[in-house]
């Protein structure tokens, strides 16, 4: 029998590696985009392993998938743990996958030790949480918690021109359940980090307190099309030259904001497209964070601004838009006092930080008490190939995972 500490850490660690053999790629990564087959795959596992742990599955409207393990008093609300199985074009072998299989871990734990807690423990693998492939992200636990229509998630398409549910059919999880209205005790989800200062300070485990203000802006470019070898270079309009002016204004902006904000332009898409023709339209997107209101706000302004004189400059049409704002979310502190005594306990160095990307966890505030636990990357590195978590440290969070979820899901 196992201790209370215990997770099989080896296991844990063949999981995160067998998982992200499904759509290995050469630089050492992982390419599930949501709803590929990739995906189907990766989800097929996860299913798998939950059943062989005894494990009830069932799949929502929207595909989220929930692992149950049943508690001893059936009535009360579920401690969910949970994050995504998704990936970046290409990602990692650790972003959101490790959240869901430390899940696994936790209830394999509670099965070695004999323990039976009072609330049932489901373990989520919520859909399209990237957003690398069907826009927004962080959807599936977006619609779970009543912020996004599923009719209108369903109607997405990628840029090939799929549609959302017909992917998510194709690939068989199209649910029969309802996506939400039901209650959740509280929500937890392991992450690495992202970033380096976990790294740079040696802690292990950070507790999250807050997300950052966010938005993403739209700018379209508009010229005039006409042949790259005989239009005379006094008189050509091209969008693609105004996009080049305006990707490295964008990137300064960022760069003066750091540490506090940072942007960066992270799409383009030029028509025609083609070497003998001067572009006639060219679009970028940008995505901007900023740990305070007013910072966010200065960004997008800049951005506008440097828009309307590079316009001027070239005579071209420069249309900016923003959207997809996100506010600044304050998580629970008593979860996250919560995590720093369990680290405590473990024995691992804590620290408290904030979250400058969007989680599922986000999403689940509006519905619960949620708690985001942090382990260090290597560099800091994510949304790569290179992405890394050491599996000490892997091991780790899934401890700490266990700790706090035996705490929570013997509440009453």
């Known amino acids: 029998m196992t201790t209370l500490s215990d997770i099989n850490a080896e296991r844990l660690w063949a999981d995160i590696m067998t998982m992200g053999a499904i759509g290995a790629t050469e630089g050492g990564g992982s390419f599930r985009p949501a709803l590929s087959d990739a995906d189907r795959e990766g989800r097929n596992l996860f299913?798998?392993?939950?059943?062989?742990?005894?494990?009830?599955?069932?799949?929502?409207?929207?595909?989220?998938?929930f692992a149950r393990?049943?508690?001893s008093d059936p009535s009360l609300a579920p401690l969910v743990i949970g994050s995504h199985l998704d990936t970046q074009m290409p990602g990692g072998k650790f972003d959101g996958v490790l959240g869901v299989l430390a899940g696994l871990a936790v209830i394999r734990a509670l099965d070695a030790a004999g323990i039976v807690t009072r609330r049932a423990i489901e373990i989520a693998n919520f859909t399209n949480e990237e957003g690398a492939r069907?826009?927004?992200?962080?959807?599936?636990?977006?619609?779970?918690?009543g912020l996004l229509p599923l009719d209108e998630a369903l109607s997405r398409k990628d840029d090939g021109g799929a549609m959302l549910g017909d992917e998510l059919a194709r690939i068989g999880y199209a649910g029969s359940l309802p996506v939400g209205g039901r209650p959740i005790h509280k929500y937890l989800e392991l992450h690495i980090e992202q970033g380096p200062e976990m790294e740079k300070s040696g802690a292990v485990i950070a507790a999250v307190?807050?997300?950052?203000?966010?938005?993403s802006g739209f700018i379209d470019i508009k010229?005039?099309?006409?042949?790259?070898?005989?239009?005379?270079?006094?008189?050509?309009?091209?969008?693609?030259?105004?996009?080049?002016?305006?990707?490295?204004?964008?990137?300064?902006?960022?760069?003066?904001?750091?540490?506090?904000g940072m942007v960066s332009a992270t799409v383009i898409r030029n028509w025609p497209n083609n070497r003998v023709n001067i572009p006639h339209l060219t679009k970028?997107?940008?995505v901007a964070v900023h740990s305070t209101d007013e910072g966010r706000a200065?960004?997008?302004?800049?951005?506008?601004?440097?828009?309307?004189?590079?316009?001027?400059?070239?005579?071209l049409v420069i249309d900016a838009t923003t959207s997809h704002y996100r506010q600044r979310l304050d998580l629970s502190p008593d979860l996250s006092a919560q995590v720093l005594a369990v680290a405590g306990r473990l024995g691992y160095p804590s620290m408290m930080l904030p979250t400058l990307t969007s989680h599922d966890a986000l999403s689940m505030h509006h519905l619960?008490?949620?708690?985001?636990?942090?382990?260090?990357?290597?560099?800091?590195?994510?949304?790569?190939?290179q992405e890394w978590c050491y599996p000490e440290h892997a091991a780790a969070g899934a401890r700490a995972c266990w700790k706090w979820a035996l705490i929570s899901a013997n509440e009453a």
């Open 69 to 71: 393990r049943e508690g």
């Open 209 to 215: 307190s807050n997300s950052s203000w966010g938005c």
């Open 368 to 385: 619960c008490p949620t708690a985001i636990i942090f382990v260090p990357c290597r560099g800091g590195i994510s949304h790569s190939e």
């Open 134 to 145: 069907f826009q927004p992200g962080v959807m599936g636990s977006g619609i779970f918690a």
């Open 47 to 65: 299913r798998y392993w939950a059943q062989e742990a005894g494990l009830a599955v069932t799949v929502d409207a929207i595909g989220n998938m």
């Open 284 to 286: 970028l997107s940008y």
């Open 223 to 260: 010229g005039e099309n006409g042949h790259s070898q005989t239009a005379a270079m006094s008189t050509r309009r091209n969008s693609l030259v105004a996009a080049a002016k305006l990707i490295l204004e964008i990137e300064a902006i960022g760069a003066e904001n750091e540490p506090d």
């Open 298 to 315: 200065r960004i997008v302004e800049r951005i506008e601004a440097a828009a309307r004189r590079i316009a001027e400059e070239t005579g």
